[in-house]
């Protein structure tokens, strides 16, 4: 706008045809100031472009998708330690453990699933440091049901999560994987 202001008041100030050196100080100062904003601008978008990016690229290399491929009793209090990793980008997820340890600050995509049915009633929470997040219930009576949770958190570098249980049986079984627990930076 300044610059339209600086020409338009340059063509009032022209003489026979010529400008005067304080007008054509002003138009050039104008394209100046006008250069200097949209170069601010384009870097401004550049790096708002790179940050997307990497964002892309985080989310693509952190990630576990874990199950549990056998039969076990749980204790209440106790993680369910899903022992067998089908991914694990960035060794987020610890199967000795059952906990996914945060690598980058971020936001995170968790969700759990549970199948039982010995048990007359089993609940499963999505913990973060010890703070649950969401949970689920599985009421089977006497046949295989399945029960489970999704969470999107923002979360730090160090922070623990986990899938904890009530007293119980969780059922896994090789080659069907109905209990499972998966992690994945967003951004």
């Known amino acids: 706008m300044t610059m339209l202001v600086t020409v338009q008041s340059a063509r009032a100030e022209e003489i026979n045809g010529h400008l005067n050196i304080h007008t054509m100080e002003k138009l050039i100062k104008a394209q100046g100031e006008t250069i200097e904003r949209m170069e601010l601008k384009l870097t401004n978008l550049e790096e ?4 997307v990016n990497r964002g892309r690229r985080q989310a693509e ?22 022992n067998k990793i089908l991914y694990n980008a960035g060794n987020m997820y610890n199967p000795i453990t059952g906990i996914a340890t945060i690598p980058t600050n971020g936001v995170y995509l968790f969700s759990f699933s ?9 609940s499963c929470r ?8 969401v949970g689920a219930v599985i009421v089977p009576n006497h046949h295989s ?7 999107v ?24 994987y109905g209990t499972s627990f998966t992690g994945v930076l967003l951004y």
């Open 114 to 122: 549970i199948e039982e049915w010995e048990t007359p009633e089993l």
């Open 48 to 51: 708002s472009i790179g940050h």
């Open 153 to 176: 958190l923002h979360l730090t570098k160090g922070q623990s999560v986990w899938v904890e249980s009530t007293e119980g049986t969780v059922y896994g079984e090789s080659g069907f």
């Open 145 to 151: 049901d399945q029960a489970g949770n999704t969470a």
């Open 61 to 82: 290399s952190v990630g576990f998708t874990a199950v549990l491929d056998h039969e076990e009793a749980v204790h209440t209090g106790n993680m369910v330690k899903f």
């Open 126 to 133: 999505l913990k973060v440091d010890g703070v649950q997040k």
